[in-house]
């Protein structure tokens, strides 16, 4: 993913950002001296959980609520894993009784539907308003629907699951795979870049073949991208040929992968090169920033909302800080460990910020884990800075597992994949 | 107010931000009485580490140990001294002084818990 945005334009950001945030401390509406600095976080997934507990866990004497409508978060992270049949629903279900108890955040069930920036205000679905000191929006992605030809929510929910927002969607396709003969054929259609997780779909591929090879070893999985390239590429390939030999295709977006328009009724995709039916067909459509961002003035023209990389706050709004797989972050990826990494730094920030200090320069890293099949583990990881660039990797380090690892470090890292997952969890919500 | 200084006009690159945030921030104790710089490079290690680098599965947990300790083995880490599968990936990404301070980060945070 490029900044895309020049140098001066980047200085320009970074500087005004930043007084945007001193403005909020000893200029804004609040008074700086409130009994209790007051920040809402919308969005509870890996950056807004995140975001919460470390606000309360660097300094309790914030008074934080946490707004999620779901009761239960199913993760995306692991939601291949039960596709695969190697977890459940139930493994990767997130509550927030640890945030509110333990940590005393103020979780509400409930919808942000409205941001009133000027105000310092967000509108409930149920018509309560919460006012705030600081906010951060936490949304997720949003889809971009109509952007594939006939692909609508309504397609999604009932013959052609994104299962790109893990839980209901997750159980559709885990329900239809279940369903599928013997011989089948099975249609994953990743986007274009950016978009979240990037090395998601062909570890779904990866799984959903592992699934097949054991239960219907007749089947097939064709991968038809919109892209030239993806995540782990040459890893994934050769996990594929060593584990599950022709039974999984890549077609690149030049060469018939780019899905252009889709058939629910009649399960057809069709690409510039002609078209495909599946006996599940898994269309992942292209993303923008999750609905509230949007709606709040919050993204830019690309649909992601544009951020001070020192703070994540937005450089729209003052006072509202953006994190997660809604917001521009540079060289990092959308992934779950991303947005958990700027959801910390966006807390950090925000206690220096009440405490009318300067925020540290950032520190942000990602690490990915992708299973092939049991015993087989490929990552990549990633440690950032920030520079007069924006947010880069830092030369020399992170990267992927090395090709030519052995069994023992493919195997070391399956087991590190789970370990990976159960203290992720752990440290959001646990 | 180290904040006005931000407001500045005087600053015209990113270049010019980070070195003041680096002077402002490289050697102030933050709330948990560790540097602000050394808190905001360690908060990510505990994605895979487990909070407070007390890890609930095979990851190894570094919760209770020392500076010394710590220091030793994330530069071992880096130099590949120490096999990884992926830890020698992250400890690049380091200048030792950057290890110097996640380790002494670590190595106390506990010590606060208790």
Known sequence: MSQNISRRDFSKLLVSGVAGSALGIFGGAKPAFAAKNRVVVIGGGFGGASAAKYLKKLDPSLAVTLVEPKETFFTCPFSNWVLGGLKTMQDIGQTYAVLKNRYGINVLVD??????????????????????????????????????????????????????????????????????????????????????????????????????????????????????????????????????????????????????????????????????????????????????????????????????????????????????????????????????????VAAASIVRLFQGKVPAPPSLVNTCYSLIGPGYGISVAGVYKLSAEGIVEIPNSGGLTPIDADDDQLNEEASFARGWYNNIVQDIWG | MTACLISSATLTTGSDLLAAQKAATSSKPAAGGSSARGQILSLSCSSCHGTDGKSVGIIPSFYGKSPQYLEAALKDFKSGARYSTVMGRHAKGYTDDEIRMIADYFGTVWQKNK
Request: proline residues 8%.
């Open chain 1, 111 to 344: 919808s942000a539907v409205a941001v009133d920036a000027a105000k310092g205000t967000v509108k409930l679905k149920s018509g309560a308003v919460l006012s705030y000191d600081r906010l951060i929006v936490s949304p997720g992605i949003d889809f971009k629907w109509g952007a594939v030809e006939g692909y609508s929510e309504q397609a999604a929910n009932t013959k052609m699951p994104h299962a790109y927002q893990a839980g209901p969607q997750t159980e559709l396709l885990l329900k239809q795979l279940l369903a599928m003969k013997d011989g089948g054929k099975v249609l994953i259609c990743p986007p274009g870049n950016p978009f979240r997780c990037p090395p998601g779909p062909y570890e779904r591929a990866s799984l959903i073949a592992y699934y097949l090879k054991e239960k219907k070893p007749k089947s097939k999985v064709i991968i038809l991208d919109a892209k030239e390239k993806f995540s782990k590429q040459a890893l994934f390939k050769k996990g594929w040929e060593k584990r599950y030999p022709g039974m999984i295709e890549w077609r690149a977006g030049t060469t018939g992968g780019k899905v252009t328009k889709v058939d629910p009724a009649s399960m057809t995709v069709f690409t510039e090169f002609g078209q495909e039916k599946g006996d599940v067909v898994n269309i992942i459509p292209p993303q923008q920033a999750g609905k509230i961002a949007i709606d709040a003035g919050l993204t830019d023209a690309s649909g992601w909302c544009p951020v001070n990389p020192v703070t994540f706050e937005s450089t729209m709004h003052p006072g509202i800080h953006v994190i997660g797989d809604a917001c521009i972050a540079g060289a990092m990826p959308k992934s779950g460990f991303a947005a958990s990494s700027q959801g910390k």
